[in-house]
């Protein structure tokens, strides 16, 4: 039996009449009609070329032909890689470069510089607008709507996707089929998911969120997904009440906090919220638990391995945790140099093995070997603790362990004593090189404009809270932490803003 997704997708589909998907500006997208037009977009494929195994590169907007595109991707056997919308041309030369793709597809107004980029490279590029536009679809609409799905095997590939290289260059990590069903199976149960969920979809599509975790859960279940090109306040309040759960990551809560419409009454009907991508904020949980009664469902996973952990559908969802490993999912903290499980408490590496689990990087097989335990475990480079109810947490990534004068400090520690401080939106802790200690720990906060919190004030309520070693030498105040199209405070680029502080 063929383990291609689609074909998983197929088997699983009861109402060809059914709402799959349906914008912010009443386009619909029947289950019947995703067949019939991925068959014709397949079709379109594989006369350009298209090949099992190739791999198809899309820069694109957001839009129902993009998840049609990838389902005839899977259909055709080739290997889908979709490439964050802010990329620069001088950005995606080094992806086309690396991932050699056979077809590029780009939106209308981008496609002479793609071609500039793709051509060279003997990669052919189409385009593809957000209503159906573009020479792609002009092509599938010459296609036929049958198409044989090619098989697949659980490990041949599906997509790729680019990790953010935030350090050195981006990754293409490897995605199988077995990957993307397992995962997807997985949280549509531990979720609840079925037919008759309405998704608030707001999140990108080039991303693991938006695309495996949201668009399989709801293709495997036979759910709707109400599909909007980005976050916006307006048309998630008008579209609330058709809805009955909602993705999103931290970001969104904070802006929907914000605004008065969010209510109980507003939210009643709701059955879940999930938030992931980066780290929700304690306090963020509590407002919005506050505001509506409904407890954020905050889960942890990663480019590489779809998702890992997720707190409880049914039970406590404890705010600064991601709960429980999935699942069919083995999670251990380890030590980071040797590998050796830790004690309950303890912090360490996360490290996580399970069929979601990416096959390695792209042409990387000296680094994937070098991310992998003899005995098949991920090291995921974020540290973290078991505590003893066996909920998992996070105290951030390796790289950004802060060593200073020989002790190890753990920014999310001192973050969470900063944000708990009244006027603190956010902050985020830093190691920058520091003459005398080796690493300063540093503090960035961001405060609303016009705050008078001073530096003293922050420092008054550390002490005597942490230790003196784990206490800022500076602390610096900012109107915005940077970040990516995530959410995730980009902490790289801050070590980069701040590298001489302490130069002598």
Same mark, same amino acid.
């Given at each position: 039996?063929?383990?291609?997704?689609?074909?998983?997708?197929?088997?699983?589909?009861?109402?060809?009449?059914?709402?799959?998907?349906?914008?912010?500006?009443?386009?619909?997208?029947?289950?019947?009609?995703?067949?019939?037009?991925?068959?014709?977009?397949?079709?379109?494929?594989?006369?350009?070329?298209?090949? @099992?195994?190739?791999?198809?590169?899309?820069?694109?907007?957001?839009?129902?032909?993009?998840?049609?595109?990838?389902?005839?991707?899977?259909?055709? $056997?080739?290997?889908?890689?979709?490439?964050?919308?802010?990329?620069?041309?001088?950005?995606?030369?080094?992806?086309?470069?690396?991932?050699?793709?056979?077809?590029?597809?780009? @939106?209308? @107004?981008?496609?002479?510089?793609?071609?500039?980029?793709? $051509?060279?490279?003997?990669?052919?590029?189409?385009?593809?607008?957000?209503?159906?536009?573009?020479?792609?679809?002009?092509?599938?609409?010459?296609?036929?709507?049958?198409?044989? !799905?090619?098989?697949?095997?659980?490990?041949?590939?599906?997509?790729?996707?680019?990790?953010?290289?935030?350090?050195?260059?981006?990754?293409?990590?490897?995605?199988?089929?077995?990957?993307?069903?397992?995962?997807?199976?997985?949280?549509?149960?531990?979720?609840?998911?079925?037919?008759?969920?309405?998704?608030?979809?707001?999140?990108?599509?080039?991303?693991?969120?938006?695309?495996?975790?949201?668009?399989?859960?709801?293709?495997?279940?036979?759910?709707?997904?109400?599909?909007?090109?980005?976050?916006?306040?307006? @048309?998630? *309040?008008?579209?609330?009440?058709?809805?009955?759960?909602?993705?999103?990551?931290? !970001?969104?809560?904070?802006?929907?906090?914000?605004?008065?419409?969010?209510?109980?009454?507003?939210?009643?009907?709701?059955?879940?919220?999930?938030?992931?991508?980066?780290?929700?904020?304690?306090?963020?949980?509590?407002?919005?638990?506050?505001?509506?009664?409904?407890?954020?469902?905050?889960?942890?996973?990663?480019?590489?391995?779809?998702?890992?952990?997720?707190?409880?559908?049914?039970?406590?969802?404890?705010?600064?945790?991601?709960?429980?490993?999935?699942?069919?999912?083995?999670?251990?903290?380890?030590?980071?140099?040797?590998?050796?499980?830790?004690?309950?408490?303890?912090?360490?590496?996360?490290?996580?093995?399970?069929?979601?689990?990416?096959?390695?990087?792209?042409?990387?097989?000296?680094?994937?070997?070098?991310?992998?335990?003899?005995?098949? *475990?991920?090291?995921?480079?974020?540290?973290?603790?078991?505590?003893?109810?066996?909920?998992?947490?996070?105290?951030?990534?390796?790289?950004?362990?802060?060593?200073?004068?020989?002790?190890?400090?753990?920014?999310?520690?001192?973050?969470?004593?900063?944000?708990?401080?009244?006027?603190?939106?956010?902050?985020?802790?830093?190691?920058?090189?520091?003459?005398?200690?080796?690493?300063?720990?540093?503090?960035?906060?961001?405060?609303?404009?016009?705050? !008078?919190?001073?530096?003293?004030?922050?420092?008054?309520?550390?002490?005597?809270?942490?230790?003196?070693?784990?206490?800022?030498?500076?602390?610096?105040?900012?109107?915005?932490?940077?970040?990516?199209?995530?959410?995730?405070?980009?902490?790289?680029?801050?070590?980069?803003?701040?590298?001489?502080?302490?130069?002598?």
């Amino acid at each position: 039996m063929s383990a291609n997704l689609f074909d998983l997708v197929r088997s699983r589909l009861l109402d060809p009449g059914k709402t799959f998907i349906e914008t912010h500006d009443g386009r619909v997208v029947a289950y019947g009609g995703m067949v019939a037009a991925s068959g014709r977009i397949a079709n379109a494929l594989v006369s350009l070329g298209v090949k @099992t195994g190739d791999r198809v590169a899309v820069q694109v907007e957001k839009s129902p032909e993009m998840i049609l595109l990838y389902l005839a991707c899977l259909r055709v $056997g080739a290997v889908f890689l979709p490439l964050n919308t802010a990329y620069t041309l001088a950005e995606l030369e080094y992806f086309i470069g690396d991932a050699e793709p056979a077809l590029v597809v780009a @939106t209308p @107004t981008a496609a002479e510089g793609m071609r500039g980029i793709a $051509g060279p490279k003997g990669a052919r590029v189409e385009t593809l607008g957000t209503a159906g536009d573009g020479s792609l679809m002009a092509i599938a609409a010459m296609m036929p709507d049958d198409f044989a !799905t090619v098989a697949r095997g659980d490990d041949d590939l599906a997509a790729i996707l680019y990790t953010s290289g935030t350090t050195g260059r981006s990754k293409g990590a490897m995605l199988s089929h077995r990957n993307l069903a397992s995962n997807a199976l997985t949280l549509a149960d531990c979720w609840r998911f079925t037919g008759d969920d309405v998704l608030l979809h707001a999140l990108p599509i080039y991303h693991t969120h938006g695309l495996f975790v949201a668009t399989n859960i709801v293709l495997l279940t036979g759910g709707t997904m109400l599909f909007l090109p980005k976050l916006d306040p307006d @048309t998630v *309040f008008r579209l609330l009440p058709r809805a009955t759960s909602m993705m999103g990551v931290p !970001t969104f809560y904070v802006r929907l906090l914000q605004d008065d419409r969010l209510t109980r009454a507003a939210t009643a009907h709701m059955r879940l919220f999930v938030s992931g991508s980066a780290p929700l904020l304690a306090e963020t949980h509590r407002s919005w638990s506050e505001r509506t009664g409904h407890a954020i469902l905050e889960r942890y996973g990663m480019t590489e391995t779809n998702m890992n952990t997720s707190n409880p559908y049914e039970g406590d969802r404890v705010p600064g945790t991601v709960g429980f490993p999935l699942p069919g999912v083995d999670l251990r903290i380890a030590d980071p140099e040797t590998g050796a499980s830790l004690a309950q408490g303890d912090i360490g590496m996360i490290e996580v093995r399970g069929p979601n689990v990416f096959r390695g990087y792209w042409r990387m097989p000296e680094k994937t070997a070098a991310e992998f335990r003899p005995d098949g *475990f991920f090291i995921t480079g974020d540290l973290g603790l078991v505590d003893a109810r066996g909920y998992v947490h996070i105290v951030g990534r390796g790289k950004d362990l802060v060593i200073s004068g020989g002790f190890n400090v753990y920014p999310k520690e001192i973050e969470s004593e900063i944000d708990a401080i009244p006027g603190v939106v956010e902050s985020a802790v830093i190691g920058v090189p520091h003459p005398d200690f080796g690493e300063g720990v540093t503090a960035v906060v961001a405060v609303p404009k016009g705050s !008078t919190l001073g530096e003293r004030d922050v420092l008054a309520r550390l002490e005597g809270r942490l230790a003196k070693f784990k206490q800022p030498k500076r602390v610096i105040f900012v109107e915005d932490l940077p970040r990516n199209a995530m959410g995730k405070v980009q902490k790289a680029a801050l070590r980069e803003t701040y590298k001489a502080l302490y130069a002598r």
